[in-house]
C-alpha cells in the first residue's frame, strides 16, 4: 500500500463536471476503494468509495445508522443538526427499532400499488404539460414540471393538502440545505412537524382514503411517531424525485442521441430511469455510517466508534461493476446499483420514484420533442449546496 492510499483524505465537494462525481472520488472507486478520512470535526474515519465495500457496509448491521453516532465530513454544523432523535423518524434508527416501523409501511409501497398509480401519475403529467404549453416557452422545467409532479403524487398519496406546497417545500429546502444554520434547521424541522401532527389528529377524527389514516387504523403509532413518518416521507418524497426529473432532463438535453432514443423508442423507458440514477446519483453526501464494534473491511481495520462515509456518486461509477462507468447509456443493461441504498435502509419508496421517472422522461421529449435549453448549459444553476444534488432552475425552449 502506498504512502498517498494510507494517508486521510477529507470529503471533496467540488465537481469538476456538473453530472460527473468529484474526479478524485472515482479515482479512488479504482485505486483505494477505502481509506483513511478526516471529518470536519477532527474525528478519524474512513471513505468508501468502491461498489462492492459499499454494498458490504450497508448491509452490515454492525454499522450503525443512529445520528448521535455518526461524525459529519463536511462540517461539524451539519453534523449537529442530525444528532436528535425524532419518534417515528426511522431513517436515523437501527433495528429492531427501524424494523417496527419498516415493517408497518412496506405494504404501502408495493410494486403493485406503486403500478397501480401510474395512470393516476400520467394524468397528473399530461396536466403539467398541458399548462406548459398554455404558458409557452420559455420556462423554468423545476417549476412547472419536475416539482408538481413528485409534490402533487405525495401529497395525494399521504392526504396533504397540496394548497400548502409553499410551506412544505420551503421547509424541506432548508433541512437540505448543507448550510443552514442548527436553529434555521431546528425550526424547519419543528414548523414541518407542527403541521403534519395537526394533519394526523384531523385525520384520527376523520379517516380518508391516504396513507396517513391507513396507518392511523392498525392503532400502532400515536400522533408523534405518525407525524414524524409523515415528515420522512413528505421531504423525501417530492425532492428527490423532482431532482431526479430535472437533472436527468439535463443530462440528456446534454446528450443528444441519448434524448433522442428515450424520446423515439418506447423500450428503453426502463433502462433509462435505471442508467439515470446511476450516471446521475443525487444523493452525493454519505450515507455515513458508525462501526458498533471493530470489523475488517477490505483489508482495513473498522474500529468501533469510527465513522465509515460511503459515496454513493463514485460506488456508481466503479469500473469493477459497470463496464465505461462515465459514459451515460440509456439501453445500458440494469445491472443493479446503489442509488435507493442497500440493506435494511433501502429507499422505502424507490418504486414510486421509478414510476414517475418512468412517465416523466419520455411525455416530456414527445410532447416537446424540440426541447432545448433556454439558457447556455453552463449558466444552469446546480444545487451544490444541497445534500440532494440537482439543478435550482432549468430554463427550457422548444
Known amino acids: 500500500m502506498t504512502e498517498a492510499a494510507s494517508s486521510p483524505v477529507t470529503f471533496p465537494t467540488v465537481r469538476e463536471n456538473r453530472f460527473d462525481p468529484p474526479a478524485v472520488l472515482v479515482r479512488s472507486a479504482q485505486e483505494n476503494p477505502i481509506r483513511p478520512m478526516t471529518y470536519a470535526d477532527g474525528h478519524e474515519g474512513w471513505l468508501v468509495t468502491g461498489f462492492a465495500l459499499a454494498r458490504a457496509v450497508l448491509a ?19 453534523g449537529e443538526r442530525r444528532r436528535k432523535r425524532r419518534p417515528g423518524f426511522f431513517l436515523g434508527m437501527d433495528p429492531p427499532e427501524h424494523t417496527r416501523y419498516r415493517r408497518l409501511l412496506t405494504g404501502q409501497f408495493t410494486v403493485r400499488r406503486m403500478k397501480r398509480l401510474e395512470p393516476w401519475i400520467e394524468t397528473i403529467t399530461a396536466e403539467r404539460l398541458d399548462a406548459m404549453e398554455l404558458e409557452g416557452p420559455p ?3 423545476v417549476r412547472s414540471f419536475a416539482l408538481p409532479i413528485p409534490s402533487l403524487v405525495i401529497c395525494e398519496l399521504l392526504g396533504v393538502p397540496y394548497s400548502d406546497r409553499d410551506r412544505f417545500q420551503r421547509d424541506s429546502r432548508t433541512l437540505l440545505r448543507l448550510d443552514s444554520t442548527v436553529e434555521e434547521a431546528e425550526a424547519a424541522i419543528n414548523d414541518l412537524t407542527d403541521y403534519l401532527r395537526d394533519l394526523v389528529r384531523h385525520k384520527r377524527a376523520r379517516p380518508a382514503d391516504d396513507l396517513i389514516s391507513g396507518m392511523l387504523e392498525g392503532g400502532e403509532l400515536n400522533d408523534e411517531e ?17 431532482n431526479m426529473i430535472a437533472l436527468g432532463t439535463f443530462a440528456l438535453l446534454s446528450n443528444p442521441s441519448q434524448l433522442a432514443a428515450v424520446r423515439d423508442d418506447p423500450s428503453v423507458t426502463d433502462s433509462t430511469v435505471e442508467e439515470l440514477l446511476r450516471y446521475l446519483t443525487i444523493v452525493h453526501l454519505g450515507p455515513i455510517r458508525c462501526a458498533l464494534e471493530d470489523v475488517e473491511l477490505g483489508g482495513r481495520l473498522i474500529k468501533a466508534g469510527q465513522s465509515v462515509t460511503i459515496s454513493l456518486s463514485a460506488a456508481n461509477r466503479d469500473g469493477e461493476r459497470f463496464e465505461d462507468p462515465g459514459t451515460l447509456d440509456v439501453a445500458r443493461p ?5 442509488s435507493f441504498g442497500h440493506g435494511v435502509h433501502q429507499c422505502l419508496g424507490q ?9 416523466a422522461y419520455p411525455a416530456l421529449l414527445r410532447r416537446f420533442p424540440n426541447l432545448s435549453l433556454a439558457i447556455p448549459p453552463e449558466e444552469v444553476p446546480m444545487r451544490t449546496n444541497m445534500a440532494i444534488y440537482g439543478v435550482d432552475r432549468l430554463p427550457v425552449t422548444w
Request: charged residues 15%; glycine residues 6%; negative net charge.
Open 139 to 141: 420556462t423554468d422545467l
Open 351 to 359: 418504486q414510486l420514484a421509478r414510476t414517475e421517472m418512468s412517465v
Open 60 to 78: 452490515d448491521l454492525r454499522f450503525s445508522n443512529l445520528p448521535d453516532l455518526v461524525h459529519s465530513p463536511i462540517s461539524p454544523q451539519f
Open 334 to 338: 440494469p445491472s443493479g446499483h446503489l
Open 226 to 242: 405518525m407525524a414524524g413518518i409523515s415528515v420522512l416521507l413528505l421531504v423525501a418524497g417530492h425532492e428527490t424525485t423532482a
